[in-house]
C-alpha cells in the first residue's frame, strides 16, 4: 500500500467499491503520510482525524450492507482551508482567522459531502 498517496482518486474510488482496499486502511495511509511529511511543509491546516475515522468505519459498514453513497464513497479528502468546513478551523490564510470555527459547510463544501 506504500504507493497508494500517488493513485488517482479514480482509482482509489474503484479500489474501494471492489473491496480491495477499506476506508479505513485509506485514512490511516493518509494520515500516517501527513503526519511524516507535513510538519515543515504545513500543507493540511486543519486535520479532523477523529470525524475522518468516524465517517472511514460509516463508509466501511455501509459499504459492507451494500449500500452506496456515490463514485466517492468512503474516499478519503482534504478541503482546502479557503472553503468554510462546519466544525474545523478555516482562516482562508488570514491570522485574524486563527480561531474562525464555522458552524456550516460552504456550498462547494455541502456538495461534496453529499
Do not use: Y
Not at 474510488?13 to 471492489?18: P, Q, S, T
Not at 495511509?29 to 475522518?52: K, M, Q, S, T, Y
Request: aromatic share 4%.
Amino acid at each position: 500500500m506504500a504507493e497508494l498517496h500517488f493513485l488517482p482518486a479514480t482509482e482509489l474510488a474503484r479500489m474501494l467499491a471492489a473491496g480491495e482496499v477499506s476506508s479505513v486502511e485509506l485514512l490511516d495511509h493518509f494520515l500516517d503520510r501527513i503526519d511524516r511529511l507535513d510538519g515543515p511543509l504545513n500543507c493540511v491546516v486543519a486535520l479532523d482525524a477523529e470525524r475522518a475515522r468516524v465517517q472511514a468505519t460509516e463508509a466501511d459498514a455501509a459499504r459492507a450492507r451494500g449500500e452506496s453513497w456515490g463514485r466517492l464513497h468512503g474516499l478519503p479528502m482534504t478541503v482546502k482551508d479557503a472553503f468554510e468546513t462546519e466544525g474545523v478551523v478555516t482562516t482562508s490564510g488570514a491570522p485574524e482567522l486563527a480561531a474562525h470555527v464555522p458552524d456550516r459547510d460552504a456550498d462547494a463544501v455541502a456538495r461534496l459531502k453529499d
